[in-house]
C-alpha cells in the first residue's frame, strides 16, 4: 500500500526557511491525486498548508500563500515543501497527506505520513 | 478560530454514545460540499474515520458513523470502548477561503 515519509531538518532559525520532502512508496506520485501538507502546532489543532498534483498544479492556504511553495520531484516520486521566513509560530509537527481522489474542492486525506517535528529556535 | 466549529470536549462512559458536531455556515457545509472525519490517537498521525459525510474506510468499525445536514455534521461513535479516547477533527472545503478547513478538534475522552 502507499506509504508516506516526511524529511527535513528538525530545527530552523528564525526569518530562515523551512525545507521539508515527503517520499511516496507503494505507489506512484503521477496517480489521480491531490497531494498536501498540513501542519499541527503543539497541543493544537490541524492547519492545510498546500496542495500539488503531479502535473504541477498547485493550491495555497491565503493565509500562507506569500511564504510558502510546493513542488513535485516524479522521478524521485517525492514532493516537497518549503516555508520561508519562519518564526516561532511555524514550530508545528507537519504532515504530507494523499487525498483520496482529484475533485476540485478536494477529497478527505486517506493516507498520511508519521509526521516530523519543526521547531523554530534560534 | 476555526471556520468549522466543534465542541473542544465531550465524554461518555465504557458501552454508551457519544456525538461530536461540528458547525459551519453557507460558505462551506451549507453549500453542500462533504464533510471528513479525522481520529488522532495521542502522539500519532491523523486516520480516516469518515469521508463524504458518512463513508467508513476499510477497517474502520461500524461504530463510528457520520452524518450531515443543513450547515453542520456530527459524528456518532456507539458502544464506546477505551481506545476511543482521541482528538477527533471534521473537514470541509470553504468556497470564500478557496481551500479546505479543519475544525478545531474535539477530545474525546472515556470515562
Known amino acids: 500500500q502507499v506509504r508516506l515519509q516526511e524529511s527535513g531538518p528538525g530545527l530552523v532559525k528564525p526569518s530562515g526557511t523551512l525545507s521539508l520532502t515527503c517520499a511516496v512508496s507503494?505507489?506512484?506520485?503521477?496517480?489521480?491525486?491531490?497531494w498536501s501538507w498540513v501542519r499541527q502546532p503543539p497541543g493544537k489543532g490541524l492547519e492545510w498548508i498546500a496542495k500539488i498534483f503531479h502535473r504541477g498544479s498547485t493550491d495555497y492556504n491565503s493565509s500562507l500563500k506569500s511564504r510558502v511553495t510546493i513542488s513535485v520531484d516524479k522521478a524521485k516520486n517525492q514532493f516537497s515543501l518549503r516555508l520561508s521566513s519562519v518564526t516561532a509560530a511555524d514550530t508545528a509537527v507537519y504532515y504530507c497527506?494523499?487525498?483520496?481522489?482529484?475533485?476540485?474542492?478536494?477529497?478527505?486525506?486517506?493516507?498520511w505520513g508519521q509526521g516530523t517535528l519543526v521547531t523554530v529556535s534560534s | 478560530q476555526s471556520v468549522l466549529t466543534q465542541p473542544p470536549s465531550v465524554s461518555g462512559a465504557p458501552g454508551q454514545g457519544v456525538s461530536i458536531s461540528c458547525s459551519g455556515s453557507?460558505?462551506?457545509?451549507?453549500?453542500?460540499?462533504?464533510v471528513h472525519w479525522y481520529q488522532q490517537l495521542p502522539g500519532t498521525a491523523p486516520r480516516l474515520l469518515i469521508y463524504d459525510n458518512n463513508n467508513r474506510p476499510s477497517g474502520i468499525p461500524d461504530r463510528f458513523s457520520g452524518s450531515k445536514s443543513g450547515t453542520s455534521a456530527s459524528l456518532a461513535i456507539a458502544g464506546l470502548q477505551g481506545e476511543d479516547e482521541a482528538d477527533y477533527y471534521c473537514?470541509?472545503?470553504?468556497?470564500?477561503?478557496?481551500?479546505?478547513?479543519f475544525g478545531g478538534g474535539t477530545k474525546l475522552t472515556v470515562l
Open positions: 453557507s460558505s462551506n457545509i451549507g453549500s453542500g460540499y462533504d
Open positions: 497527506a494523499r487525498e483520496k481522489g482529484a475533485r476540485p474542492e478536494g477529497d478527505a486525506f486517506d493516507i
Open positions: 473537514q470541509s472545503y470553504d468556497t470564500s477561503l478557496g481551500h479546505g478547513i
Open positions: 507503494g505507489g506512484s506520485i503521477s496517480s489521480n491525486n491531490w
